[in-house]
T-cell receptor, first 113, second 113 residues
Framework: AQKVTQAQTEISVVEKEDVTLDCVYETRDTTYYLFWYKQPPSGELVFLIRRNSFDEQNEISGRYSWNFQKSTSSFNFTITASQVVDSAVYFCALSFYGQNFVFGPGTRLSVLP | DVKVTQSSRYLVKRTGEKVFLECVQDMDHENMFWYRQDPGLGLRLIYFSYDVKMKEKGDIPEGYSVSREKKERFSLILESASTNQTSMYLC????????????FGPGTRLTVT
């Protein structure tokens, strides 16, 4: 069965702290795709990153970084020096060729000033 | 930039009313999706369409129908709205199914009284 787990329901940090959002997925397929989305209070899901199962290289984009580890079936997301504007719900998703997305339940991040 | 628009941000309807939620995308995407988002349940797929006049049931199609007469437009229909359909409805589109990101609209928060 395909499944995405985001064990952290809610996280609260103080501005400038680093924070890591966990994502663990389950699949027996060897080819799959992983995504992260951000949903700010306005409601629209914003695409952040896509990773395919053959590319385990970590990615950094400004204050955001992603750590993909096939050995532990994890695709974790770290925000460095968090800011209030990072407050949102973050979703991890899993998909496969020709199939629909499987979304995790989301993690609500609150960054306090 | 891909743009997905939804006809209303907020909608209040009465039980038994027929409700239309409209979604339009401007990037010539083949695939379009309707999700509902509820606290603690994440995003659940209602229906999707991979071509004009084609539709497929998602995980929770009961009480809903859809229409796709033109490539850019995908409508979600609640034939007889009920209070348990009070939710946030999100439309999305993608170029192909599975291996690429979906782009989301701003969402419609529907309240059925």
């Amino acid at each position: 069965a395909q499944k995405v787990t985001q064990a952290q329901t809610e996280i609260s940090v103080v501005e400038k702290e680093d924070v890591t959002l966990d994502c663990v997925y389950e699949t027996r397929d060897t080819t799959y795709y992983l995504f992260w989305y951000k949903q700010p209070p306005s409601g629209e899901l914003v695409f952040l990153i896509r990773r395919n199962s053959f590319d385990e290289q970590n990615e950094i984009s400004g204050r955001y970084s992603w750590n993909f580890q096939k050995s532990t079936s994890s695709f974790n997301f770290t925000i460095t020096a968090s800011q209030v504007v990072d407050s949102a719900v973050y979703f991890c998703a899993l998909s496969f060729y020709g199939q629909n997305f499987v979304f995790g339940p989301g993690t609500r991040l609150s960054v306090l000033p | 930039d891909v743009k997905v628009t939804q006809s209303s941000r907020y909608l209040v309807k009465r039980t038994g009313e027929k409700v239309f939620l409209e979604c339009v995308q401007d990037m010539d995407h083949e695939n379009m999706f309707w999700y509902r988002q509820d606290p603690g349940l994440g995003l659940r797929l209602i229906y999707f369409s991979y071509d004009v006049k084609m539709k497929e049931k998602g995980d929770i199609p009961e009480g809903y129908s859809v229409s796709r007469e033109k490539k850019e437009r995908f409508s979600l229909i609640l034939e007889s709205a009920s209070t348990n359909q009070t939710s946030m409805y999100l439309c999305a589109s993608s170029l192909v199914t599975g291996e690429v990101e979906q782009y989301f609209g701003p969402g419609t928060r529907l309240t059925v009284t």
